[in-house]
């Protein structure tokens, strides 16, 4: 029998003591309806007693109440989960990954935030030649388009260095600022200390570039030939897959790609973004997982890709299972922030509540997908890396564009 690619733990303790709570905490809301409708029924006699004023009391309690009792499924089974990355099959036997990232307004959204989630999503642990990233820039900026191809050239010194000294901070704004795990911590040796202080130099400047380049050039459409639009733009900004017999590192692919706008059609904004770059990415790549990330979300573990194949290709794993949702992590947020900025009750209780309920929803961003989940029903029959039939569709049409063998 197959060992197992990932576990699932239920919290019994935990789930035993929400439970106890549930009841005690129905028991007292049991007995102050009790208490409110006898005060409706058989009103006291006291001359401030207001029939209007407790009507609306009880009316308010049974709201909060349905929206108690509606929560407490979080709490019913809380699950968490553990993969082993380890005991994944050869790199040769990984499926391909397309990771979309999709940024609209440089203004808005600081681009050099936007490279480091780039250049972190290239750098995740995992095989370059099997890995794709896509930029969709609905913002068709010219900032972005320079600043795509500078971190291209900035990967070429960034992914040699994680490789070679197993960093696991990947994100290089995160990095050299000091957000670095214990294990980045722990390597002090002098040829390690030099290259470091080299690739810093080099990261410094690409800020350089990035924050002269946006604050020194308007904003404007990469290629905006008249008020009718924008006609698209795709370019593949690196491309090492034809360098098998060179000496050279292999890096992901990189493409940028700005669709097509034109004012009497909407847009569908991110949604909109993700179908483009689903029909751009079938065309490239046609990888059979994808990857999204929200252009302010980059990939603080690099096994991440590993991880969540460890779900999707576990042979004992639900067939229908069509994404793996990471939660998000913040960082500079303090700890007692009383709004919880770091949205702790949403992502270590319900969500481990929601897992125990058949699965968290998807959040956008921080998630694996199964390709064909998207075009018919994920389950799938024969091999484990099945056929994709891709379909690229233009306004009304549907055209089928090739079988992947």
């Not at 998630?367 to 075009?375: F, G, H, N, S």
């Not at 029903?377 to 690229?392: C, D």
Request: glycine share 4%.
């Amino acid at each position: 029998m197959a060992s197992l690619l990932h576990t699932a733990t239920i919290h019994q303790g935990r789930a035993a003591i929400n439970r106890a709570h549930m009841l005690f905490h129905s028991i007292f809301i049991i007995l102050l309806f009790y208490y409110r409708i006898s005060s409706l029924l058989h009103p006291p006699t006291e001359e401030n007693f207001s029939l209007t004023a407790t009507t609306l009391i009880l009316v308010s309690e049974l709201i909060l109440s349905f929206l108690w009792v509606l929560t407490q499924s979080f709490r019913w089974r809380p699950v968490t989960r553990s993969a082993f990355p380890e005991r994944l099959s050869g790199d040769q036997e990984l499926p391909a990954i397309d990771a979309f990232i999709c940024t609209a307004d440089p203004k808005k959204e600081p681009t050099l935030d936007v490279m480091n989630t780039v250049i972190s999503a290239m750098s995740l642990d995992y095989p370059p030649e099997k890995l794709a990233v896509y930029v969709s820039d609905d913002g068709g900026a010219w900032v972005t388009l320079m600043s795509v191809k500078e971190a291209a050239i900035f990967t070429r010194w960034w992914i040699p260095f994680c490789r070679k000294y197993g960093i696991k901070t990947r994100c290089p704004e995160a990095y050299f600022s000091g957000y670095v795990c214990v294990d980045d911590q722990t390597i002090r040796s002098d040829e390690f200390m030099a290259e470091a202080k080299h690739i810093k130099l080099k990261y410094e400047e690409f800020k350089t570039f990035v924050k002269s380049a946006s604050g020194c050039i308007a904003v404007e459409d990469v290629n905006t030939t008249t008020g009718q639009g924008r006609a698209p733009n795709v370019q593949i900004i690196l491309d090492t897959r034809g360098n098998e017999d060179n000496n050279e590192e292999k890096l992901p692919l990189l493409v940028y790609a700005s669709r097509e706008k034109r004012p009497l059609y909407p847009h569908r904004f991110k949604a909109g973004a993700l179908n483009t770059l689903l029909r751009v990415s079938g065309i490239i790549s046609n990888a059979p997982y994808l990857l999204v990330l929200d252009c302010d979300m980059y990939c603080n573990d690099p096994t991440s890709a590993r991880q969540a194949m460890c779900f999707l290709l576990d042979s004992q794993s639900d067939p229908s299972l069509a994404f793996v949702q990471y939660p998000q992590v913040f960082y500079n947020v303090s700890k007692n922030d009383i709004y919880d900025g770091q949205s702790r009750s949403a992502y270590k209780t319900k969500w481990q509540g929601m897992d125990g309920l058949r699965g968290p929803p998807l959040s956008g961003t921080g998630y694996y997908l199964k390709r064909i989940a998207l075009y018919q029903s994920p389950k799938q029959k024969g091999s484990k890396f099945p056929t994709l039939n891709i379909y690229v569709f233009f306004g009304n049409d549907q055209y089928s564009i090739w079988d992947r063998n």
